[in-house]
């Protein structure tokens, strides 16, 4: 059992960057592999990254390459995403997802309870 806290969402202009973590718990945390998930009003959930447990591989969903950077610290067991040249359509809430195995767009058995981030024009 895994349970997942965001934290770090908040209200910031465009162009400007905040960082958001996720803590997780148990001793295994170092054995997942941890993704960052977006949902905006009216929109279906949406990838934004993922980060592999072993090699700490890492993906970007088309809208966020460039800006957004994951990164883990397993001895804090927390992941992080730095997101810079925030852009309002970054508005959303922020899920972190925790699963086995390799990267995937979907099949993650933990979910935190989300971070809003809000980007002004």
């Known amino acids: 059992q895994v349970q997942l806290v965001e934290s770090g969402g908040g209200l910031v202009q465009t162009g400007g960057s905040l960082r958001l973590s996720c803590a997780g718990s148990?001793?295994?945390?170092?054995?997942?592999?941890m993704g960052w998930f977006r949902q905006a009003p009216g929109k279906e959930r949406e990838g934004v990254s993922c980060?592999?447990?072993?090699?700490?591989?890492?993906y970007y969903g088309v809208s966020v390459k460039g800006r957004f950077t994951i990164s883990r610290d397993n001895a804090k067991n927390t992941v992080f995403l730095q997101m810079n040249s925030l852009k309002p359509e970054d508005t959303a809430v922020y899920y972190c997802?925790?699963?086995?195995?390799?990267?995937?767009?979907?099949?993650?058995?933990?979910w935190g309870q989300g971070t809003q981030v809000t980007v002004s024009s």
């Open positions: 980060i592999g447990s072993s090699d700490g591989s890492t």
């Open positions: 148990g001793r295994t945390f170092s054995s997942y592999t």
């Open positions: 997802a925790a699963r086995p195995g390799y990267c995937s767009p979907d099949e993650y058995d933990y």
